[in-house]
Each structure stands twice: as structure tokens, then as C-alpha cells.
């Protein structure tokens, strides 16, 4: 998979230069972030609203370290260039980079996006990176989920079906 996402998967300073270029278009640029591990009806849900906040919608994704950190050792499932895979070729997403860190405030702090996006779980003073993006004069937006569904169901489910 190496190959498939090596033109798709944007280093930081490369996806700097066309936020740049973008917004000198008079373009909205959208950020939000997420594991990603096993994509579900929910993910596709909030990415198509996302989008739907501006023009360009960027997805930072947590490599595998920063999930095996956040998640523990028996995650991610589905390994990060799988993932970037999937994720770049979903239609609501035009650009796709990794972090390492465990939150995407210095991504955020390089890109400055119009927009940051996290579910509506989160409250305003725990999303990371609020400060760079309101200082800037963009906006926190949070989407409710609809569809009720996570990864982490979907594994208790599949362990619960086939571990009896």
C-alpha cells in the first residue's frame, strides 16, 4: 500500500503551500482529525458534514505509534497506509496528512485551517488547537452524530460473535 498513497497522504509544509494557495482563491479550508481505524457508517456521516462547512476539507490522521499511545497496544487494527487509502479516496475528502503526536496541534498550527471540526461529544474548551484556529479568525464547529456508531463497538461486537 506504500506506493498507492505515496501521491495522496501530504507531508505538513506541502499541505501549508496549498492551504495557502487555496485561501488566496477565496476557498474555506475545513480541518478535522481522527484514528480512523476501522471506517463505519459514522465517519462517512461526519465527513460528508464537514465538507459541507467549506470548499477544501483536510483530514489529519493519528499514525499508527500516536493510536498504539492513545488506544493501546492491540490498536490500530488496520494499519495507517490502509487507512490513508481509504480515507483519501472517500468522496467528501480532498487531503489527507498523518501526525505522530498524540493531538494535531502543531498540524493545525502549520496548516490554519477556516475551520475545525470535532464531534459534538467534545467540549469547546478540549478541542485541541481552538486557540491557533480562533486566533486566526476561524471558527470551532461541531457536528452531532447521527449515526450511532464507533470503532471500538464494532470490535466488541466482532469479539463478542466469534469468542464464545
Known amino acids: 500500500m506504500k506506493n498507492a498513497t505515496s501521491n495522496i ?4 509544509n506541502s499541505l501549508k503551500e496549498k492551504v495557502v494557495l ?6 474555506k479550508v475545513v480541518f478535522t482529525n481522527g484514528c480512523f481505524d476501522l471506517l463505519h457508517a459514522g465517519h462517512v456521516d461526519y465527513l460528508i458534514k464537514a465538507k459541507e462547512l467549506g470548499d477544501v476539507l483536510i483530514v489529519g490522521m493519528n499514525s499508527d505509534d500516536s493510536i498504539r499511545r492513545i488506544k493501546g497496544d492491540s490498536r490500530p487494527i488496520v494499519p495507517f497506509d490502509e487507512r490513508a487509502f481509504v480515507m483519501a479516496n472517500l468522496k467528501p475528502v480532498d487531503f489527507v496528512t498523518a501526525f505522530d503526536e498524540d493531538t494535531p496541534y502543531e498540524l493545525i498550527k502549520t496548516i490554519v485551517p477556516d475551520y475545525l471540526v470535532k464531534g459534538a461529544d467534545w467540549s469547546d474548551e478540549n478541542i485541541v488547537g481552538r486557540d491557533v484556529v480562533l486566533a486566526n479568525g476561524g471558527e470551532i464547529k461541531r457536528i452531532e452524530f447521527v449515526v450511532e456508531q464507533s470503532t471500538s463497538n464494532i470490535i466488541k461486537t466482532i469479539l463478542d460473535k466469534n469468542c464464545k
Not at 9 to 12: L, M, T
Not at 22 to 27: A, D, P, Q, R, V
Open 9 to 12: 497522504i501530504f507531508d505538513w
Open 22 to 27: 487555496l485561501k488566496n482563491e477565496g476557498k
